[in-house]
């Protein structure tokens, strides 16, 4: 079959299974968006700005497990999306992004639209590909799929000049069923030596901990990790981006860790003696102050990208392999070994955990009138039954949503956790409403993030993606203004939005529905109603307590056990120290 | 901790600076990078001296390891190696004195004069970068015009070798 490069490009997005890209057209890629209009099988979602095309392919793949797919022009096209790409990046998200780039010959000429695309997102992407020569456009697509979708799973970048995309030089097209690359071989296994080593060490723990990421979520290892947890009947933590890997609501499960985890997960990652690290990079969100990380602890770490062992803490165990060929060979060596877990040990540990557990680190005090955050999103919890996709921005909401929705299964909970991305919300609400239409889809926001991608409001309407936003509205940008009360002595600088929109009449003027709440006692209704409307997108803007805080805290230089712990938890543990019960 | 970490890189465009953008982006020491083709057009040899704690030195072979374009990877200071670097270093040469002192000197370091006039010498030399160091000092410092660099290459002595 003889095809120019612009039909190449969409039969070969057909060949590889791709239903869906989000992009924005211009000159560079014109050719390419002429061939994508003469056929249906490839679905192209128009958003209304380059970083929103990026956040959407990012939480389609990040719902779906797929590699994402944006197509954006040159120049202002391809930095636009670099944020979103830069999002996918740090949290080794598969996704391929391809960029039109000007006409080979006019390349370096400063022409017009022209930027350096493989040169600007070099330091974000996995790999990137320049496309130089026609005959190796397929070859080339295909390997951006294979690296972005393998190993340690990010984003790639193929950049393609306009000429290679002209309408009338066509050439002999055939899908590259497979692709070789002699610099590019992931390990998947796992060393048994290694992992012989590692459950010999775990089964003779005293005082164990599994704490894993999002590397379980990437491996879709949630089966073999739930196994593998009630087999061995340890506590279990997850950090920001493994939730929903592991049941939030099974009895095992002690919370998310670091900075605003619960104080029980913090306290038993700062007394265990074996930790137990699977899919997760010990990033310094997680750690606190390194120096003091788990002190009493001998660390196995399996990893599929080696250079995340003993990167920032360093593994006595290291296994590099993917989380699960590593965990379903660590739970048939358990099958067949003779060693025995101390159970004694074991149930004196969870005796210490439950006490921490019982000092309710989350609790927080309702006031009448007054709606607090953390109420909404247990609202939403509750009228969606713990059921839904939960996509968030960045900011005391997304701690909150993380805190107060308890996912059970993976790839429900959607945020940037890495690089911490606001405005990434709405349009990966987007791209996993596209991917599940008939589930409910919302994303947690809150007026500061909310206005990063707005516009994608508009790009809901046009393709009734029907998501509900969730506005945690406390005119302040929360989590800025929660360190300048903590550690520059409430001199808030700049983060009160004065002017704000009205939300509600904003959502009506994109064609959405708006629904304010401010008092507790509306909050059930309005959620209620909010998901009732099933075929219309919901703008719920809740307005919060100005001035709650996320508890626990764990601040730069301080250890899990030194932790700011939230006023009512400070009483609780006086209370129980006055009894003689505090552990 | 120095460091000479030989590397086979397809020889592709970007490919040194996805390399030199590693060592920036991460904060890491580079003394000197070299590269060229090898006798299979498709490969790059490199060359890189850096240095760092033994945690670096491990961080930056696995970071280099895990770029799409580097075929393989070895620190050779791991083994016994051998590691050269050259020089050309343009000096004045003015009258019978200099010309000889200079002259002498060259010969003394086994460096080659490359090119002559009437008031200027080139001289090739080839050494460890202690021993260019060494001719550089013993050269009067205001006689030297220029000096050219070309950064160390390493090889590992005997049958081991970096080979796809």
Redesign the interface.
């Known amino acids: 079959m003889e095809l120019s490069g612009s039909e190449i490009i969409i039969q070969f997005l057909k060949d590889e299974g791709v239903k869906h890209i989000f992009g924005y057209p211009g000159g560079a890629v014109l050719h390419i968006y002429d061939a994508l209009q003469k056929q249906t099988d490839v679905e192209h979602i128009l958003v209304r700005h380059e970083q929103g095309a990026s956040h959407a392919a990012d939480g389609y793949a990040r719902a779906t497990g797929k590699p994402g797919v944006c197509l954006v022009t040159s120049g202002p096209g391809a930095t636009n999306a670099i944020t979103g790409i830069a999002t996918a990046y740090m949290d080794s998200i598969p996704m391929v992004v391809l960029t039109g780039q000007v006409p080979s010959h006019v390349i370096g000429q400063d022409a017009f639209q022209e930027v350096d695309a ?2 600007v997102s ?2 974000c992407v ?3 590909f ?1 496309v130089k020569d026609l005959s190796k456009l397929a070859e080339t697509l295909k390997k951006a799929f294979y ?1 972005a979708t393998t190993g340690r799973p990010g984003p790639v970048v193929v950049d393609i000049p306009k000429d290679i995309t002209a309408p009338h030089i066509k050439i002999p097209y055939e899908y590259p069923k497979q692709i070789e ?4 071989n992931p390990n998947f296994k796992g060393h048994p030596r290694q992992i012989k080593r590692a459950v010999e060490l775990m089964l003779a723990a005293k005082r164990p901990m599994i704490y894993t990421g999002g590397g379980i979520i990437m491996a879709d290892a949630s089966q073999e990790l739930r196994e593998f947890v009630h087999k061995l009947g340890f506590p279990i933590t997850q950090t920001l981006m493994g939730l929903g890997a592991f049941p939030g609501t099974d009895p095992q499960f002690i919370g998310m860790l670091g900075m605003h985890g619960t104080y029980e997960a913090n306290m038993a990652m700062h007394e265990c003696d074996v930790l137990i690290a699977i899919g997760a990079r010990f990033d310094d969100r997680i750690t606190g102050v390194t120096s003091k990380f788990a002190p009493y602890a001998q660390i196995i770490h399996v990893d599929i ?3 995340s062992i ?2 920032t803490i360093n593994a006595d165990i290291p296994i590099v392999g993917g989380a699960k060929q590593v965990l379903t060979e660590m739970l048939k060596q358990l099958e067949n070994t003779d060693l025995e877990i101390d159970q004694s040990a074991l149930d004196g540990w969870w005796k210490r955990i439950k006490s921490w557990q019982a000092q309710e680190s989350f609790a927080y005090e309702k006031k009448e009138g007054l709606i607090q955050p953390q109420e909404a999103v247990e609202e939403l919890y509750k009228v969606t039954k713990g059921d839904a996709y939960i996509t968030s921005d960045v900011g005391q909401h997304q701690m909150y949503a993380a805190q107060f929705y308890h996912f059970d299964e993976p790839r429900r909970w959607i945020n940037s956790g890495g690089l911490g991305t606001m405005g990434f919300g709405l349009p990966a609400a987007m791209g996993v409403k596209l991917a599940f239409p008939d589930k409910d889809v919302a994303c947690i926001t809150g007026e500061g993030s909310i206005q990063m991608c707005i516009q994608e409001l508009s790009t809901c309407l046009q393709y009734d993606l029907h998501v509900k936003v969730i506005n945690l509205n406390n005119r302040y940008l929360g989590m800025v203004r929660q360190w300048q009360e903590f550690f520059y002595e409430k001199r808030y600088s700049h983060v009160y939005m004065d002017s704000l929109p009205d939300f509600v009449k904003l959502a009506e003027a994109y064609g959405h529905v708006g629904i304010r709440v401010d008092d507790p006692k509306d909050l059930h209704d309005a959620m209620v109603e909010a998901f009732k409307l099933k075929d219309r997108t919901v703008f719920l803007d809740i307005i919060t307590d100005q001035e709650a805080n996320v508890y626990p805290m764990i601040s730069a230089g301080k250890a899990h056990n030194e932790m700011d712990i939230s006023p009512l938890q400070q009483a609780r543990q006086a209370a129980l120290k006055e009894k003689g019960e505090l552990v | 901790m120095r460091h000479i970490i030989s590397l086979l890189v397809e020889n592709e465009a970007g490919a040194l600076s996805r390399i030199s953008g590693l060592f920036s982006a991460r904060g890491y020491n580079i003394e000197s990078l070299t590269v060229a083709t090898t006798e299979d057009q498709t490969l790059s040899r490199m060359t890189i001296i850096t240095t760092g704690s033994d945690r670096i030195i491990e961080q930056i072979t696995k970071q280099l390891n895990k770029l799409v374009d580097v075929v393989k990877l070895q620190d050779i200071t791991e083994g016994n190696y051998i590691e050269r670097e050259m020089m050309f270093v343009k000096v004045k040469a003015e009258g019978d004195t200099q010309r000889g002192e200079v002259k002498r000197l060259s010969d003394i370091f086994r460096a080659r004069i490359i090119d002559v006039t009437d008031t200027t010498f080139c001289i090739e030399l080839t050494g460890s970068g202690s021993k260019l160091d060494a001719y550089i000092k013993a050269l009067h410092e205001n006689n030297i015009i220029e000096v050219v660099r070309s950064g160390s290459m390493g090889i590992l002595r005997g049958e081991k070798a970096l080979t796809l």
């Not at chain 1, 690359?181 to 590019?184: L, N, T």
């Open positions: 493989v040169g070099r330091p996995k790999h990137n320049l690296v690359m002699r610099s590019y990208d080696p250079a003993s990167k």
